[in-house]
């Protein structure tokens, strides 16, 4: 070992030495062991940092007195003890943001989690003073949207395809287009996700083209499903043609095979008037036959990370006795989140009142008088050190849903200068509450569509500090 090291590796000091000093300060009594461990990791982050260091210039100014390790033990314990899940600003412009908590919910969902998290009549029949189901909670909710004969909930739509092919087709085929064996986000890719559920998969057609012939011909006494997955994140664009869910329908009458359908996203209400048009609705699917449809219900629902199962009363009764089910089950803040999202879709305004759906329809005139007022302000209060301007941009849907939709939007542009920029953002990201931006060109863009109006002037507080 190079010499100049061992003077640096010889001052580290013992642990105990540090947590007597640390003791001898401390505001909090923090249990004994929480500080030997805080200070044993700390010194041998030290000692690494000390053996791998390319150079001695590296270590000049290491800080490796007691009394200095005793300061970064005190901040080691307070990271333990703050909240490591914590609100934060999503200025990033993409509404269901997955590194985000995907969708955000409404101030209806919210008071309702709240309530719930006491007790609450989760299994408890009120009316008949008898047990009940968690799945009845929001079962009628969903038969009255959609036109379902029924409905259960589960964890999330990953737990909801896997449940439903569990349930109707282990040990049995399950028939799928070439097209649709996407992987949705890196965990869940239809051929894994149906090993998993003991089911056969069979893959008809290629990538681009898929015929009614291909699912007709491939049909036999083992087949227990046709299944259609929602391309959400990508589309085959070109030479492609992709069976209509109508035609399948029809075909899974005649041959008596269930038709079930991972939509992905749950979109209750038409957005084509928004521009947004293209991505199938539930209510049209239902009525398109198909005897199954799963969805996520923090997608473009716009409610609580949940997956829904619609469909055949006969087919969801099997799929709630499956033993899974107590496995996959959701809990009662999620049911309650769920519950007040899908009374707004019943006699709210879902556009104003979902938020998901609001930030997906406002008009960009209103998100570029939003923008202008804060550069301004932001110019205003840093008194012009921070050159906020304002700029056409996009946002994005994110979530793996409509990947192809435009969202026009206007952006507060922020110059980024080298090294302070970087620094400053690590400090935005840390901030209280951290502020995320999305970073191009060395410029910070605050899209103020994700960012709620009473936010702002946080957003202002967070750029100052
Ligand atoms: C998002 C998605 C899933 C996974 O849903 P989660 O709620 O994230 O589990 C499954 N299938 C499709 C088609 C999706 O778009």
Redesign the pocket.
Known sequence: MESWRQPYLRTLPAVDVVVGIYQRTAAINYPHHLLVRGAQEIVDSLRQQILEAAGEQLLAGLAVTPEEVAVRLDTWLHTLAGPALRRVINATGTILHTNLGRATLAPAARQAVLAAAGYCNLEQDLREGKRGSRHDLVEKLLLCLTGAEAACVVN??????LLCLNTLAAGRKVIVSRGEL?E??GS?RIPEVMKASGARLVEVGTTNKTRLSDYSEAIDDETALLLK?????YRIIGFTSAVDVAELAYLSGKCGVPLME????GLLVDLGPYGLGGEPLVAERVAAGVDLL?M????LLGGP???LILGRRELVARIRKNQLMRALRPDKLTLAALEATLRIYLSGEPLREVPVLAMLTVPPETLRRRAERLAETVRRSSAGKLAASVREERSFVG???MPEARLPTFVVAIPLRGEAGTEWLRRLRQGSPPLLGRVQDSTLLLDLRTVAEDEEEEVVRCLLM
């Open positions: 999330n739509n990953a737990a909801a395809v996407v949705i986000g869940f997955v929602h391309t959400s994140n991972d939509l992905g996203s799963t996520s219900g923090d997608k990370q949940a997956g979530g793996g849903a």
